[in-house]
């Protein structure tokens, strides 16, 4: 099967900076939209960010949760199979595990709210944002 998986979780003070990576094995990354989605105590996984498939002119549209738009940034290095998040000005409530998720329906648009369109996915990476 197709198994991403998530590295760049860890400990954090309010205000600092993660990024995030996820390795997507043995495909031509290009084709498929990526998703990230984080899992917190008591809540719903929830969409975090996504980016679509790329277009050879474009790396891919991408969408954000309002939770995290201007804080968050996701890219894609098709050459490597990576995907990253880069997480700045982080907050305690952006503690959880993050996953990786991936679509093979090639498109050139994704939605956060999507999370049922996503067919593989990692084992999660933990982000901890404390003092």
């Known amino acids: 099967q197709l198994q991403p998986v998530e590295s760049g979780g860890g400990l954090v003070q309010p205000g600092g900076s993660l990024r995030l990576s996820c390795l997507v094995s043995g495909v031509t990354l290009d084709y498929y939209v990526i998703g990230w989605f984080r899992q917190t105590p008591g809540k719903e996984r929830e969409g975090v960010s996504c980016?679509?498939?790329?277009?050879?002119?474009?790396?891919?549209?991408?969408d954000y949760a309002d939770a995290v738009k201007g804080r968050f940034t996701i890219s894609r290095d098709n050459a490597k199979n990576m995907v990253y998040l880069q997480m700045n000005s982080l907050k305690p409530e952006d503690t959880g595990v993050y996953y990786c998720?991936?679509?093979?329906?090639?498109?050139?648009?994704?939605?956060?709210?999507?999370?049922?369109?996503?067919?593989?996915w990692g084992q999660g990476t933990s982000v901890a944002v404390s003092s």
């Open positions: 998720a991936v679509d093979h329906v090639w498109s050139l648009t994704c939605g956060v709210g999507l999370l049922n369109e996503y067919q593989y």
């Open positions: 980016i679509s498939s790329s277009d050879g002119s474009s790396d891919g549209a991408t």
